[in-house]
């Protein structure tokens, strides 16, 4: 067997029909990743079938182009935009006397250069490890060193052995570590929730353009590039709504196509961040041809992890390249449903931001406020740009009173603030009539 190269540039590409011919735009996207992955794509080929082959995935006849294209181009990898069995990868490596990989293979090795923080980096090598442990034979020319037979069996592991032995225990010491980070994250993630501050998560295909809108959102230096998996790692930070409101919100990995099983159960941290908000940001590149299908395969992966029944908003991204003008979709019930943005040239933020609040004030509770006529003027104004205030009346002394739907965290902030005092209603009572008690209500202090 050969000896597999630890480089590998230039690459072939292979993409197989099955059922149906090759649609050009997946063949672009195929090309997008590897490019990405720091390839240079010196052939391309395609095919159709009704099934894969058992022993190449594709045919005999095709395993055979692929091997000429190879030689041809100085090939030094074959890159097939599907997923291939081990015994797939190793039948064509013999034929074709170079590297092949697999789209799961691919997407691992982008992930591994994309990786920053240190959980993102443990993660990502425990998802390798585990696709390398159902293909640890192949590739390698010492593991018949020790052959057996008279006079030559031993009590020793073979090579082979070893090796699948020196991988679980990596395995294990990568699971173990990643525990321990998941515990110190909920254990941070269990103080916010004493004060509950609503989380809001970026989620869509990958290259729909969430790093910019989360820079643009947040003015957070947030990697950006147009490429496909530009952010691994989750970047969560805190904006203030108009009117106050703090939430946070946090930028997630791109998704994908037959996006690989490994990654998925892999990807905690990331995933957690989507499956624990408040409410989705579904981003989208309005002006991608198959925006539709794109939004099915995101939604089909967020059911996958956990987070399909998690409310969101749709952003249309990218206006810019199609001339549409900014604009806020409602649904049936008055509900922000869509938004269209460019968050490169950051228009529609406003709306967007306008949604974010609107949809999130169903997590707010009815308070009356009794404010101080020295804070009364900038706060009022506050809070009735964001929209929160429902009754208002001034009290003989000049006191003014309020009565507004706040969430928790800003409940807790205004108790803190000299000059106000915050009373919560119960959530069924109604505001009373001017002069009138305040059915059920406590004041709230600052801790």
Not at 81 to 86: R, T
Not at 395 to 415: S, W
Request: hydrophobic share 40%.
């Amino acid at each position: 067997m050969f000896e597999r190269p630890r480089g590998g540039e230039r690459a072939v590409l292979v993409r197989i029909g099955l059922g149906a011919p090759v649609e050009q735009e997946d063949l672009d996207e195929f090309a997008q990743l590897a490019e990405s992955a720091g390839v240079e794509p010196v052939g391309t080929i395609t095919g159709r079938r009704d099934r894969p082959e058992p022993r190449f995935f594709v045919g005999s006849g095709k395993a055979e182009e692929i091997r000429q294209i190879a030689v041809e181009t100085g090939a030094e990898v074959v890159l097939v935009d599907h997923a291939l069995s081990p015994s797939q990868e190793r039948n064509l490596e013999k034929l074709v006397g170079q590297r092949v990989l697999d789209r799961n293979a691919l997407i691992l090795d982008i992930f591994a250069q994309r990786a920053r923080s240190h959980e993102g980096k443990l993660e990502v090598e425990l998802a390798q490890l585990r696709h390398i442990s159902s293909r640890l034979v192949r590739g390698w020319t010492h593991l018949e060193r020790q052959k057996g037979g008279i006079g030559l069996r031993g009590p020793g592991e073979t090579q082979l052995e070893t090796d699948r032995r020196l991988l679980g225990e990596r395995v294990r010491v990568l699971t173990r570590r990643l525990e321990k980070l998941k515990q110190q994250r909920d254990t941070g993630r269990q103080r916010r929730v004493e004060i509950p501050i609503p989380s809001v998560a970026l989620v869509g295909y990958t290259n729909a353009g969430k790093s910019t809108l989360f820079r643009a959102l947040t003015g957070a230096e947030a990697y950006v590039a147009d490429q496909l998996f530009a952010t691994l790692d989750p970047l969560v930070r805190r904006v203030v709504l108009p009117g106050g409101s703090p939430i946070v919100v946090a930028d997630t990995v791109g998704f994908i196509r037959e996006l690989p099983h490994e990654l998925v159960a892999a990807f905690q941290s990331t995933l957690t961040e989507a499956r624990e908000a408040t409410l989705l940001l579904h981003v989208i590149d309005a002006s991608d041809p198959r925006r539709d299908e794109r939004i099915e395969q995101v939604n089909a992966v967020l059911a996958d992890v956990g987070a399909g029944d998690l409310p969101q908003v749709r952003v249309y991204n990218k206006i810019d390249r199609i001339e549409v003008a900014p604009s806020l979709e409602r649904d049936a019930t008055g509900q922000p449903a869509a938004v269209w943005v460019s968050a490169a040239r950051r228009d529609g933020l406003a709306l967007l931001l306008q949604a974010i609040a609107e949809r999130l004030l169903r997590f707010a509770n009815p308070v009356r406020l009794r404010i101080d006529p020295a804070q009364a003027g900038a706060l009022r104004a506050r809070l009735f740009a964001a929209g929160v205030v429902r009754e208002e009346q001034t009290a003989p002394d000049g006191t003014l009173e309020l009565v507004a739907m706040l969430p928790a965290v800003q409940q807790h902030e205004l108790a803190g603030m000299a000059g106000v005092e915050v009373s919560e209603l119960a959530p069924s009572a109604q505001p009373c009539a001017p002069g009138d008690g305040y059915l059920q209500s406590h004041v709230l202090r600052a801790s």
